[in-house]
Each structure stands twice: as structure tokens, then as C-alpha cells.
């Protein structure tokens, strides 16, 4: 991004655009030249002698707008999924299943079964119980599905996903022949680096020679790269493979395709030198915290937009400030420590960056009911100037609370 990082959403200036939503509320908004430059640095990230072997794949649980998903299907090679409702969303749009694979931890029968009666390209196991179940639904004179196995990464935040390699080596030794088309293996969120790609593929390539028999005559990886959303880069790796790659990307594809922004409800000060901005949103719009415990605060950028108002000396002064969201919850913070306009009043608006994935789908959405986000898209870039953008919100949305066709039936 150029200038501040805004205006690519249509939110550089000082002051609210025309067309921010009325009445006021919460958004997002997704631009597709981001998404497009995104997919096409992931691409160069490959070796040049590879791009034939290697296969980019959009997680749909990134982000699963199907007007994004729609966008994105014109440059990646195809989709992870990771339920049954993400798979059923992906067949009803009329993506090709060869297109498709499942993963996630926890597979429920209905979404094994809808995987191998289209069937799917692959299915990710994520255990030995996964495995058994999954025969179910095999049918041997029929179409299947690749059959891949998770590869279990050391560290504590990957005992969760995969496969432990000892088991692994079981589920090698008792299949039957050819039972297998290769390995998955996801590197952990913001933990890629070239060392951690290194190691997996010689892991997979090493339990592919100890058990040859095992698997089919094309060998086949799986990658959840773990790649940060805003490091993507066109560098190249040093990366060999004599098989085909298919890397699955969540946030670094749409990442940085997004932003989020809120009007402020409150300012508080608790000490001269800093105070407490209470935004309309927070943890039910953003269910990925903007500050990593990673990364800490690398990569994370606000900008405000002030209703017109009075030139004051204190229009151009910055003040520290802590932002939080509208829920009755202790953890409800978007940032510990900005640097924003003194002057900022209620009426305002905050808009946030990188904000295009694990969004309002991974959010507390239905905590006490707040203001629900809408979802704009548009396709602009630095040549290209900013027109209003089309919203792309869900047709409806009931609360919780609202939601009960009984409701003071049983009041006193």
C-alpha cells in the first residue's frame, strides 16, 4: 500500500466519505486489486522451475463471503474447506469438486460422507478414528477422494492438528497398498520460514521411502503455510520438490484485502497523558485479534476520520490512546496503544488494517446483540480512482435474543 494504507478502501482522507453506511454502523471493506497482487506474490513466492508442480489454494474459513469466494475462484487453482456447511456452500456456488479439499481437526460424519460422495480432490485426516470413519463412505466402484494424512508439527500450539508420526508409521504399515496420495502439514500461524518448510518436506519424504507401497504412484503435499498476512513478498524460496505443492492460504491472500472501520461511542481519559476510545464493535466483528502475539503490533494500521468540525490547536495534536470495543468484556481491546487526534469525539470513525480475514465469521457475534457489521467490495487500485463501493452483507441477520418464535410466552 501507498499513502496511509487507505486508500485502496476509500478511507485515506480526514474526514468520512459520502458513502459510509447510514445509519451509522460497523463495516468491512474488501478490494480485489489487493486480493489479485496478493494471490500473484504468493505465486512468485515458488521457484520459477516448480510453478508447474506448485497449486495455490484459498481456506475458506479465512473468510467465506461468497461474493469473495466467487471473486477469488477466477485466480487460485482451488479450496480448502474445513465443514460441511463450507463445503456445501462451495457445491451450491457450482465449484468444480476437483477444486476442492477438506481439512480441520474435528471432520463430523455428514461432512466425510458429502466429501466423498462428489467427490472431493482430498481429505486431510487428522487422525486414526478420522480414518476409520471415512471408509464408510468409500465406495470402491465409484469416484474417491485422495486420501492424505496430517503430519503432526512439533510445538505446543500444533499438538491439536495432525497426526503424531509414530501413529503415522502404523496407519502406513496396516493400510492396504496405494491407500495414500501423500501429507498435509500446516506450519503454524505466522511461524513459516524456510528452515520449517525444509524440515516438513524431508519429514514427508522420509515416511514416502520407509513406506513406498503405501501410497499411490502420484505423490502428492499439502501446505497451510502459516505465512503473516503482511510479509507476502516476491522473493523467491530455495524450495525443491519432485511432487506437486498445493499451498493453502488464508490470510495472507486476503489479508490485507480488508479493512474494518467503526464509529467511536466514547472517549475516556483516565490520566493526563492518555485515555480510553470505545469504538461501536470489537471482538463481535473481529474474532483475530489486530495485535498478534507474535508479531506484536508489526504491520497494524489505524487511521481516524473526523466529522468536520471547528479548526482547533487540538485538531493536530496526538494523544496515546487504548482502543476498545462495545461488549461488557474485559478483553474486548483492539489496540493497546495508538497514537490518535486529541480532539477525537463521538461521532468519529476508527478504521483499522490488515482486517480481511477471520473477521465476522470468527467474531462473538452474538454477545448482548451490538450493532451487526455490514460488507462492502470494490475493485480500485493507484491508477484507478475510488467510487462508491457494492455491499456484499448477508441478506439477513437475527439475533440471538430476537430470534425466538415464542418469546413471552412464559412471562409472568
Known amino acids: 500500500m ?3 494504507g487507505f486508500e485502496f ?3 485515506s482522507g480526514p474526514h468520512p466519505p459520502s458513502w459510509l453506511p447510514k445509519p451509522r454502523a460497523p463495516f468491512f471493506i474488501y478490494n480485489a486489486a489487493i486480493l489479485r497482487q496478493n494471490a500473484a506474490d504468493l505465486r512468485r513466492m515458488w521457484p520459477a522451475s516448480h510453478n508447474r508442480h506448485t497449486h495455490l489454494f484459498y481456506s475458506v474459513k479465512a473468510n467465506p463471503n461468497p461474493h469473495l469466494v466467487e471473486e477469488i475462484a477466477g485466480f487460485v487453482d482451488g479450496f480448502d474447506v474445513s465443514s460441511f456447511v463450507e463445503l456445501e456452500m462451495l457445491r451450491r456456488m457450482r465449484i468444480s469438486e476437483d477444486r476442492i479439499t477438506a481439512s480441520g481437526p474435528g471432520k463430523t460424519d455428514a461432512f466425510l460422507e458429502l466429501a466423498c460422495s462428489l467427490p472431493v480432490r482430498a481429505v486431510h ?3 486414526s478414528e478420522e480414518y476409520q470413519a471415512l471408509k464408510k463412505y468409500l465406495r470402491p466402484m465409484s ?3 485422495r486420501i492424505t494424512l496430517r503430519l503432526q508439527l512439533p510445538g505446543p500450539q500444533m499438538r491439536k492438528l495432525g497426526i503424531p508420526t509414530e501413529e503415522i508409521r502404523e496407519l502406513l504399515r496396516t493400510a492396504p497398498s496405494r491407500t495414500f496420495s501423500g501429507f498435509h502439514a500446516y506450519l503454524g500461524r505466522e511461524l513459516f520460514s524456510e528452515e520449517r518448510l525444509s524440515t516438513t518436506l524431508a519429514t514427508m519424504y522420509s515416511l514416502r521411502d520407509e513406506f513406498p507401497m503405501a501410497f499411490a504412484a502420484q505423490f502428492e503435499i499439502y501446505l497451510g503455510p502459516g505465512i503473516p498476512a503482511f510479509t507476502v513478498a516476491p522473493q523467491q524460496l530455495s524450495m525443491t520438490s519432485n511432487s506437486p505443492v498445493h499451498i493453502e492460504c488464508g490470510r495472507s491472500l486476503i489479508g490485507t484485502a480488508g479493512c474494518y472501520a467503526a464509529p467511536v461511542l466514547s ?6 497523558r492518555r485515555r480510553i476510545v470505545i469504538i461501536d464493535g470489537g471482538l463481535q466483528h473481529l474474532g483475530s485479534p489486530l495485535v498478534s502475539h507474535l508479531l506484536g503490533q508489526k504491520g497494524v494500521l489505524c487511521h481516524a ?5 471547528e479548526s482547533t490547536a487540538a485538531g493536530d495534536e496526538l494523544c496515546p490512546t487504548v482502543v476498545h470495543g462495545s461488549l461488557c468484556l474485559w478483553h474486548d481491546a483492539l ?3 495508538l497514537m490518535l487526534p486529541r480532539d477525537l469525539k463521538r461521532g468519529d470513525w476508527l478504521a483499522f488494517a490488515p482486517c480481511g480475514s477471520y473477521g465476522l465469521t470468527a467474531a462473538v457475534s ?4 451490538q450493532t451487526p457489521a455490514r460488507e462492502y467490495f470494490h475493485d480500485s487500485s493507484s491508477t484507478k480512482p475510488f467510487t462508491s463501493p457494492r455491499e456484499i452483507s448477508p441478506a439477513t441477520f437475527q439475533s440471538y435474543a430476537l430470534s425466538f418464535s415464542d418469546r413471552g410466552k412464559h412471562a409472568k
Open 2 to 4: 501507498s499513502g496511509n
Open 305 to 309: 476520520l473526523r466529522e468536520r468540525r
Open 143 to 145: 469416484p474417491q477422494p
Open 335 to 337: 489496540h493497546p496503544s
Open 366 to 369: 452474538q454477545f448482548i446483540s
Open 125 to 127: 485426516l487428522d487422525s
Open 9 to 11: 478502501f476509500g478511507l
Open 267 to 272: 472517549v475516556k481519559s483516565f490520566n493526563t
